[in-house]
């Protein structure tokens, strides 16, 4: 079958747009090696973590949590239905976890020595632990991204066993276990500033909010590529894959949602919520990003039109973006400290996430990714 050279030409204006932000990120890198960290960003002792690891990092690992999420759910809990997107999923996860280890290698200050973790072990740090689950979890991404690669350079029999369930069943183990324990662990690393954090995000929750609400991106980031690539490819998408994912991200919402103001209800910190900058940035992330988005996918779990699903999951992947931004820098203000981000650092943060839009498609195209293209794997058997 003849291919639609409008959806399949890697010479697309968005994708030259993409590339635009890639060059740009370019000469932002190698300017930022060149003069150092201090000279290409506006970091500083009172805040040094800012826009890379805000939305590269954090934002970056939680919307790449599809991977895991929809493995589990196919591999692992049998649900077959979603097996069309699993594919898609993974390759998600893995771009963003390699995206993510690539943002790292900018923002801290000796890049070359970022392999220490591995060989110098501090297993008392949470970073340490951090740093081991991120490198392994992106192992098993690569293995379970390996059979469309198989299939792709005709590798039957190798493709054969790498999609094979004695395979991708451990690997979506592991990838579960792995996730649940990086994923916390990020949350756990902001238990250590109780007294620089607000304490409307500050709580011994934290490790469980960023583990559930990482569910809830996970899940909005499939539903919305789902959706996208269908479209941009002409391609027939399952309605009940939409309406599971709106349910699955709805009913994940409600969870977080009772999750945050239950501890802030027994910790007595109401009174917080209207206390000033730090109360307007939690109410506008759970109202217009939690209850809202939460409200308009249980409202639309059945309904088979596609892009009514778009806006509240767009809103879901702005809300966790909102709320790791919070925790990191917005709700740590304090009197005479200012941060915002210099032009390297968002010259390097959007040709980041424009490398996965390039990425991601050069792969839609070039390898058996989507369900339209079949490929063979004994995993249909």
Known sequence: MKKDNKNTNINSPWIMMALVLVVALVFAAIYRFYSGLGAATNLSD?????????????????????????AGAVYIFNLPKYKPIARAAVLTGFVGYVVVSISLFFDIGKPL????PLIMWQPHSIMFEVTWCVVLYT????????????ESIGARKTAAIMTGRPVLVPLA?????LSFLHQSSLGALFLLMPGKLHHL?????????FFIS??????????????????????????????????GTAITLLVYFIFRMGDILVKGNISLMFDGGAG??????????VLIPMLMLFKNTRSTNGMVVVMPQVLVLL???????????????KQGVSYYPSIVEMAITLGLIASIIVAYKVAIIKLPIMALKKPYTSFDN
């Open 214 to 247: 990482a569910i809830a991106a996970g899940l909005a980031m499939v539903s919305f590529e789902s959706i996208i690539a269908a479209k941009a490819f002409h391609h027939r998408l399952n309605p009940e894959i939409l309406q599971g994912l709106a349910k």
């Open 173 to 177: 183990i592991a990838g579960v276990t």
């Open 319 to 333: 809300g966790v973006v909102f709320n790791r931004l919070n925790i990191l820098f917005l709700a740590q203000y």
């Open 139 to 150: 192992i098993v991404l690569a293995l379970e991204f390996s059979g469309p690669y198989f």
């Open 280 to 289: 307007t940035l939690f109410l506008i992330e759970m109202i217009f990003f």
């Open 113 to 116: 020595s970022l392999w220490h």
């Open 46 to 70: 009172d805040t040094p973590w800012g826009l890379w690891i805000g939305v590269d990092v954090l934002a970056g690992v939680a919307l790449a949590a599809g991977g895991f999420a929809i």
């Open 201 to 209: 995000w500050w709580t011994t929750m934290l490790p469980y909010n």
